[in-house]
């Protein structure tokens, strides 16, 4: 833990992952800026550690509200030392059921919600040579996931955004993190997840199967979101972060298979694909 506290930028500070990580923060004495999308949740906040606990009330669908709002929050703060891109919800529905106004939605939110959040912290992050940055992908940031195509979307361009920011700031001293979590006891499963209006039946047994399995897994993931949230300060604390880190035994397992079926696919068709020089 640093000597000075810190200023943090959580999205999403009413529930799951941004709420445990938000009160782990504030318990260790350090300040947080945290949006909600109710009203009565902004005093709610505000009051779990008066002059500490900063609420905005944001649609993270509206990019230049949430950049204009945020920038001006860390300006009132004096700056921002990490900013954490939670914020966000899953969405089912095979890439044929979802219309493109949810599609639409899925990405404003989850993708270009965490671009305009980043682009108001930056000027400040730079102006200091100094920050963490870190982005909530998913376990379906890594693999695609039947019945959740425009979420796997969502999630993997959150990923390749990551890796190109970190490449733009890596001399700028700010890092950059991809978190990729798998099934924690969250809302995600629960309130925090919309189903695509339209269901086709032919799809019953792929999007229709996940969305039996979601709605039967909330409340009972083995993942602590409390103990992700010690995690995650942890992470902020190391001198040598991960540009991402699996949280979660699913989430790793995850990894590796998809590793396993990427260099198993590559080798197989090594040939051909080496096979397109100008003779």
């Known amino acids: 833990m640093t000597n000075t506290p810190r200023t943090w930028l959580i999205t999403g500070v009413s529930s799951g992952f941004g709420r445990s990580l938000a009160q782990a923060v504030l318990a260790r004495g350090e300040?947080?800026?945290?949006?909600?999308?109710?009203?009565?949740?902004?005093v709610e906040f505000m009051m779990q550690a008066p002059g500490r606990s900063f609420a905005v009330r944001l649609?993270?669908?509206?990019?230049?509200?949430?950049?204009?709002?945020?920038?001006?929050?860390?300006?009132?703060?004096?700056?921002?030392?990490?900013?954490?891109?939670?914020?966000?919800?899953g969405m089912t529905g095979a890439v044929e059921e979802v219309s493109q106004a949810e599609?639409?939605?899925?990405?404003?939110t989850n993708f270009f919600g965490t671009l305009a959040a980043i682009q108001a912290a930056l000027p400040f992050m730079r102006a200091r040579r100094h920050g963490h940055i870190l982005n909530f992908s998913s376990i379906a940031g890594i693999?695609?996931?039947?019945?959740?195509?425009?979420?796997?979307?969502?999630?993997?361009?959150?990923?390749g955004l990551s890796e190109g920011l970190a490449a733009e700031l890596k001399d700028m001293g700010i890092k950059v993190s991809i978190v990729a979590p798998g099934s924690f006891r969250t809302a995600f499963a629960g309130r925090s997840i919309l189903r695509a209006e339209r269901e086709i039946a032919a799809y019953a047994d792929?999007?229709?199967?996940?969305?039996?399995?979601?709605?039967?897994?909330?409340?009972?993931?083995?993942?602590?979101?409390?103990?992700?949230a010690q995690i995650l300060i942890d992470l902020v604390d190391s001198p040598t972060p991960p540009l991402r880190l699996a949280l979660g035994a699913d989430s790793v397992a995850t990894v590796r298979r998809k590793l396993h079926k990427l260099e198993s696919e590559l080798s197989a068709w090594e040939a051909v694909s080496n096979s397109t020089a100008f003779d």
């Not at 599609?103 to 404003?108: K, T, V």
């Not at 693999?143 to 990923?159: C, D, H, R, T, W």
């Not at 709605?215 to 992700?228: E, N, Y």
């Open 59 to 89: 649609d993270m669908t509206d990019s230049e509200a949430v950049t204009r709002e945020l920038g001006a929050a860390i300006e009132r703060a004096g700056g921002i030392d990490v900013l954490v891109n939670n914020a966000g919800y």
């Open 31 to 42: 300040r947080v800026i945290g949006t909600v999308r109710q009203a009565p949740q902004v």
């Open 206 to 228: 792929t999007a229709g199967q996940v969305r039996h399995n979601i709605a039967h897994l909330d409340g009972t993931q083995a993942g602590d979101p409390d103990k992700a």
């Open 143 to 159: 693999q695609g996931i039947p019945g959740m195509a425009l979420y796997n979307a969502s999630k993997f361009a959150v990923e």
């Open 103 to 108: 599609a639409r939605h899925q990405m404003e």
